[in-house]
């Protein structure tokens, strides 16, 4: 069984309160991630048609700041298909709702599981590309699972070495007294 994104694709809306602002003043950026959090859940379940957990979080940059009264929307679709994961796609955009003026504030890219109710992963429905950009995505997708694959490669205990990478320090603002 094959789903289209469109079938799968969720998007949301929710005006920013003064409740949701850190000590800055503009809206917590822990806020944000457990808006996107909800909606890669929502995205994914749909795919599935199952309940889905979240794995990991790709790196997530905050480009913009979000004030209170601005209307945040959130897009999100499956990028990628697994055998039980799906890469969910998310871009955040706030409105200033007397202006009209829009700005990106960030995106990410959830990765989720299906899973049963005894928490073991399901077979989701494979992915129907229908377009350019689709396919954009999931080639995008596979790239950065291979990227996420040699950096965990390099950097796990087993094959890190801080020798390999002291001398390097000298660029960087830190004392070594070993």
């Not at 800055?24 to 889905?52: E, N, R, T, V």
């Amino acid at each position: 069984m094959y789903k289209t994104v469109k079938q799968s694709r969720i998007e949301i809306s929710q005006l920013m309160l003064p409740s949701h602002t850190n000590f800055g003043g503009k809206i917590h950026g822990g806020y944000i991630l457990s808006l996107m959090d909800q909606i890669a859940f929502s995205c994914a379940s749909k795919h599935s048609g199952s309940y889905s957990v979240t794995a990991s979080v790709d790196k997530v940059n905050f480009l913009n700041s979000i004030d209170v009264g601005e209307l945040v929307t959130m897009k999100a679709s499956v990028n990628f298909v697994g055998n039980s994961s799906m890469v969910i796609g998310i871009r955040v955009e706030a409105e200033n709702i007397q202006t009209g003026k829009t700005k990106h504030c960030n995106s990410s890219y959830f990765t989720m599981v299906a899973v049963d109710k005894k928490s073991k992963p399901v077979t989701v429905p494979g992915l129907h590309i229908l377009n350019n950009e689709e396919l954009r995505r999931y080639l995008k997708a596979i790239q950065r699972a291979e990227e996420s694959k040699i950096r965990n490669e390099v950097f796990s205990d087993k094959n890190f070495s801080h020798e390999k990478y002291t001398e390097e320090l000298k660029n960087y603002r830190v004392k070594l007294d070993l």
